[in-house]
Structure formats: structure tokens, C-alpha cells
């Protein structure tokens, strides 16, 4: 022990001589520890979205592992009461569900949000002893790195299935726990090794964003990986959540906003439905985008518009209103229209191997708003949007009818064949080809929430090659989580970094697969010395 605190000392600078030198480890634990006991303060009071998504793996002699099967769950964060000294009677609260529950006998929400805290309310040096192991760096940020174990003799309270084993991570300007990783040790309930990180989201304020959990065989010689999961935490400051300002601003119209009827005064009748349709599609969005799960207009939405564009110039298309694009946060693969607006998953974007894919479904949308598929104008009436988050997300339905769905695939093939991407959607081809594969194994990937299922268009599938996952030379579907980031604080979305990485074997191409999470640590306020996001998604 002596070794690792001489260790510190010279990490942190101090001279050889300096008092203690035991008193400077202390004073960064018990920051540490002070600000973990905190930290549950502070996650009630925002309240951020928390979305889990677990794949069972098996062996595979190719692939390495693939996925058999999968559950999803996605809530609003609500924290349990604390660990009391005698077992309550009350029942603790629960995550406030927005779509879907695990339905699961082996996986409980609740093992996955302990994630989220360090053993709460009973983190500190009397439960557990704490072993310095060096100075290292994540991403921009310095830290220093702890093993960190139960004190022998502790017993478990009714309330607290295990206690933390494993290392973390303590930045070493606040000393606050930016990393843990290991896993809370017990024959009581499902054991679940995790990998946490958080992110300086404010000044001073770090904050739960992103975890990887996997497990393996315990009783396999090799490794055999049983399962995969990724949590992601976003929305815990949501633009447009404080509106009082509003109602401080003065806006004078520009004369351009004025109505264009041709019979100054008049408002047609065409004119008037697009309105009310407008007002219906304007009231979903914002409802969608006040709830978290759709992601504040940005620069993404931008690169998706783009395409559509190209789309509707080389078919001389001229839509009015203008189609927009806008990303929902959430993994499962879905898109669909609201109105005039195009809404594409994270996780769908994520997976599509390139251009070519993301303009095969911008076009099927597209092909809805050509054809005139309608929304649902109940939605004008502004009483149909003023509920709660989960009521909410259960009227919220923009499915299509077999018919509909049929019309705009016809539509899309037509945009695709008169479009600059005319030449390269064997790859569209392959993805549908990959997704087909996984449709009966990854329900809760594939199956939507708001929209239909993902699309089968018939022409682009049989001109495609045939579907090889054990070539190096096809790339059919990315990992989850490789493409989009989301800023945890405001729920931004921009383009990643494009990869650059050659693949060393097909156990590396994962399509549709659970990866880690490792994301680039940097200080609020600070320039990362991380890459600029890529402008484009093609992969190179």
C-alpha cells in the first residue's frame, strides 16, 4: 500500500517531503465519495431519459458471436428511496415507462439503473477499501485509477442485492467518478458486469451517459459471451422545457410570413387543409421533441434534407410545404412521416452501411408524401397533445395500410432509379438482404414503435448480390451505436467521426450487433482534441 500512495504523490506533483502522504489520497476519495452520494440528488431533479438494449449472443465458429435474441426498455429516470435500516413496507418507485417494458423473466430495469450509481447510499471507505493503481488519461481528461473492493465482514442489506467490485476512474480537478467498471458481487440476484461512463455535461457536473454490459458462460473453459447491452442516458436539459421568456419577446412578422392566396384577404380551401394538417404535424413534432425522444433540429437533419433533395431535383419534384427530417433518439429501426416530416431512428441511421441505404429510405418515405398519405388531423386539436409523456407516446401511431406501404415502395424505386444513387444500391439491396435474416431473432430492434415495420422492396432485393456474412468484401449493416452521437445534456445529435478502420476478419463487420461504448472524455467549456464530425455518412 505504501508503494501506490507514493505512487499518487508523485502523480499528483507533490514534493517527497510534503505532510501525510496518505492525506492527499484521502481528500480525493472523499471528494469522490461526497460526490457520488450526490449524485442521486441530482438525477431526480432532471429526470433524464434512460434506454436499455440487451442482446442474447451465442457462439459462432465464423462470426465469433451472433444474436439470437433481444429486449428493449426506455423510460424516464425515477430513483428507488434509499437504503433504510430496516426493510419499508412501501413499495419502491418505479422508472416511469415511455413505450415498452422488458417483458422478461431473466432482465429487470432495475438491475440496469443500478448502473447508473455506485452502490448508493453506501459508497465510502467504511463498506469498501480502495487501492491506488496509477495516473491515466481518458480522452482530454486526467485521472486517477483505484481498485476498489468490499470490506470482508460487511453483511448485505434486504435492500441491496450486492456490492461493487471492480476500478474507477476519478478526474483529478473536481474528483468526481467519470468511469466504473466491474460488477455488483451476489448470489441473490442476477450478476451483471458493466462498464459506466459519464460526461462533464456542465461546469463542475458530471453525469451518468453511456454503459456496456456483457456476460459469459461461467461454466464454458472459453470465453463465451452470453449477452450484450448498451444503456444510453440523454435529456437531462431539453430545449424548450422552460418557455417563460416567451412570453417577453416581441416579434414583428416580416411581410413575407403573410399568406400568399392569390385573392389577397382569401384563404383557399387547399390552403386552408395544408394548414390544418401543418398545425397537426407541427403539434406531434413538438410533442415528440418535449418528451426527449425526438432530437432538436441540427446539422444532422441538414445531411439527411440533403439527400431528399437530390431525390426530388432529379425527379422534378416540387413539394410544398418543403419536406423536412428529423431524428428519433431511440435504437429500434423505424422511420416515418408526420406530415411533411421524415423521422428516422438513431439506431436506424447507425446501422445503414452508406448513402445509397439512407436514400433508400428517405425515398420510401418520400414516396408517402408524394403519393398523399395523410396524417391524422386530431392532432391539430391542441388538447390531444397536452398529456402526459406515456399517454402521449400510446396515441402517437403514423402506421400505414398494406396498400399505402405497397404505393410508396413503388414510388421509391422510381425516385431511386432516376437518382444520382441509381448505380449503387446493391448495398440497399444487402441491407434489406441482412435485416431479413435478423427479423425473427432481433424483435425488439426491428419492431417499431410509431411507424411499420421495416419495408421489403422487391426490386431493389433481387437486383442485389447474394448475401454473404462471411465476406469481407460485403458490407450489409453496421454495429449499433457507430455513426450518431447524442449530446446527453441537450439531447444534439451530429455525425460521428467517419471510420477509417480496416477489418482485420468478419467477426469484426457485427451488423446489428450490441458493441462497447468508449466514448471521448473532454471538460466542459474545453476544445477536445477529438476528430471533427464527419460531413457526410458514407463509410469509408
Known amino acids: 500500500m505504501r508503494t501506490n500512495v507514493v ?9 517527497a517531503a510534503a505532510a501525510p502522504p496518505t492525506s492527499r489520497m484521502e481528500q480525493v476519495l472523499d471528494a469522490a465519495i461526497a460526490g457520488e452520494r450526490a449524485l442521486a440528488g441530482q438525477l431526480e431533479e432532471y429526470r433524464p431519459i434512460v434506454e436499455t438494449y440487451i442482446q442474447t449472443v451465442k457462439p459462432d465458429a465464423t462470426l ?14 425515477e430513483l428507488t428511496p434509499g437504503p433504510a435500516p430496516k426493510p419499508s413496507k412501501k413499495a419502491p418507485k418505479k422508472a ?35 487501492d491506488f493503481l496509477r495516473a491515466e488519461f481518458l480522452g482530454d481528461v486526467r485521472t486517477y485509477v483505484f481498485d476498489v473492493t468490499p470490506r470482508p465482514g460487511k453483511q448485505l442489506s434486504s ?13 483529478d480537478q473536481g474528483n468526481r467518478i467519470v468511469r466504473y467498471n466491474g460488477i455488483y458481487a451476489s448470489e441473490l440476484s442476477a450478476n451483471f458486469h458493466f462498464d459506466s461512463w459519464r460526461m462533464n455535461l456542465a461546469e463542475g457536473l458530471w453525469l451518468p451517459a ?3 454490459t456483457e456476460e459469459a458462460d461461467k461454466a464454458s473453459k472459453q470465453l463465451q459471451l452470453t449477452h450484450k447491452g448498451q444503456i444510453r442516458v440523454w435529456g437531462y436539459r431539453l430545449p424548450g422545457r422552460d418557455t417563460d421568456d416567451e412570453f417577453t419577446k416581441v416579434v414583428i412578422d416580416a411581410p413575407e410570413t403573410k399568406d400568399r392566396s392569390e385573392a389577397p384577404g382569401h384563404v383557399s380551401p387547399v390552403e386552408s387543409a395544408r394548414a390544418w394538417e401543418a398545425e397537426a404535424e407541427d403539434n406531434v413534432i413538438r410533442r415528440l421533441e418535449r418528451s426527449g425522444l425526438l432530437a432538436p433540429q441540427g446539422k444532422l437533419d441538414a445531411v439527411l434534407e440533403t439527400v431528399v433533395t437530390n431525390l426530388e431535383i432529379t425527379s422534378e419534384l416540387d413539394i410544398q410545404p418543403p419536406v423536412r427530417c428529423r431524428v428519433l433518439l431511440t435504437t429500434p429501426l423505424e422511420s416515418f412521416t408526420v406530415g411533411h416530416t421524415i423521422v428516422l431512428s ?32 386530431r392532432f391539430a386539436f391542441t388538447d390531444r397533445v397536452l398529456v402526459g409523456d406515456r399517454d402521449a407516446m ?39 438482404k441482412a435485416l431479413d435474416t435478423r427479423s425473427t431473432t432481433l424483435r425488439a430492434l426491428i419492431r417499431p414503435h410509431f411507424g411499420n415495420q421495416l419495408y421489403r422492396m422487391a426490386p431493389i432485393v433481387q ?48 451488423p446489428f450487433q450490441v458493441t462497447p461504448l468508449m466514448p471521448y472524455l473532454a471538460r466542459f467549456g474545453t476544445a477536445s482534441k477529438e476528430p471533427a464530425p464527419a460531413t457526410d455518412v458514407s463509410r469509408k
Open 7 to 15: 505512487l499518487l504523490t508523485l502523480a499528483l506533483g507533490l514534493p
Open 64 to 77: 465469433g458471436t451472433v444474436p439470437v435474441r433481444d429486449n428493449y426498455f426506455i423510460a424516464r429516470l
Open 96 to 130: 416511469l415507462s415511455l413505450l415498452e417494458d422488458f417483458h422478461s423473466a431473466v432482465f429487470k430495469p432495475e438491475d440496469f439503473g443500478r448502473m447508473l450509481i455506485l452502490d448508493r447510499g453506501a459508497f465510502g471507505r467504511e463498506a469498501y477499501a480502495f
Open 159 to 171: 435492500y441491496r442485492p450486492g456490492r461493487f467490485t471492480g476500478r474507477i476512474w476519478i478526474e
Open 210 to 212: 453511456y454503459v456496456y
Open 346 to 377: 438513431r439506431g436506424l441511421i447507425d446501422v445503414l452501411p452508406d448513402e445509397a441505404s439512407l436514400a433508400m429510405v428517405l425515398a420510401h418515405e418520400l414516396g408517402h408524401v408524394v403519393s398523399g398519405h395523410e396524417l391524422d388531423t
Open 394 to 432: 400510446q396515441q402517437f401511431e403514423f402506421q400505414r395500410d398494406p396498400a399505402e406501404e405497397a404505393q410508396a415502395d413503388s414510388k421509391a424505386v422510381a425516385l431511386l432509379q432516376r437518382s444520382p444513387y441509381k448505380d449503387k444500391l446493391a448495398s440497399a439491396g444487402l441491407f434489406l
Open 463 to 510: 437486383a442485389a448480390p447474394a448475401l454473404d456474412l462471411a465476406s469481407l468484401q460485403q458490407t450489409s449493416a453496421l454495429p449499433l451505436g457507430g455513426r450518431v452521437k447524442v449530446d446527453p445534456w441537450t439531447a444534439h445529435v451530429e455525425l460521428m467521426p467517419a471510420a477509417r478502420v480496416t477489418l482485420l476478419s468478419v467477426r469484426e463487420k457485427m
